[in-house]
């Protein structure tokens, strides 16, 4: 069973940055496609950004291209969201998430395991 604990998550201001963390355990974390979610109070899970197996394809959701960046490292377990010029609309509950899979994944469904959810919130 896979597991994915997130870290990183915290309180910055409207034009800060943060860097969140996915550290899995239980599999064969470079056979697994990653992605990151994000849930806001009151509204439905919604795609962030995802990531090839190998670490060399990504796919944002529009809305967060050219600030957000994904990335991998296969040899610690680890998948990353580098969070810049953060905007109060970014405030959520972020998750990630893992499929065994070839391609890239942009719904929630799609995917097989979930990490538990670590808060940002971003002031004005």
């Known amino acids: 069973q896979v597991q994915l604990v997130e870290s990183g998550g915290g309180l910055v201001q409207a034009g800060g940055s943060l860097r969140l963390s996915c550290a899995t355990s239980?599999?064969?974390?470079?056979?697994?496609?990653m992605g990151w979610f994000r849930q806001a109070p009151g509204k439905e899970r919604e795609f962030v950004a995802t990531?090839?197996?190998?670490?060399?394809?990504?796919y944002y959701a529009e809305s967060m291209k050219g600030r957000f960046t994904i990335s991998r490292d296969n040899a610690k377990n680890t998948v990353y969201l580098q969070m810049n010029s953060l905007k109060p609309e970014d405030t959520a509950v972020y998750y990630c998430a893992a499929k065994s899979g070839v391609y890239l994944y942009i719904r929630t469904y799609e995917y097989d395991y979930w990490g538990q959810g670590t808060q940002v919130t971003v002031s004005s």
């Open positions: 990531i090839n197996r190998s670490g060399g394809s990504t």
């Open positions: 239980g599999g064969a974390f470079s056979s697994y496609v």
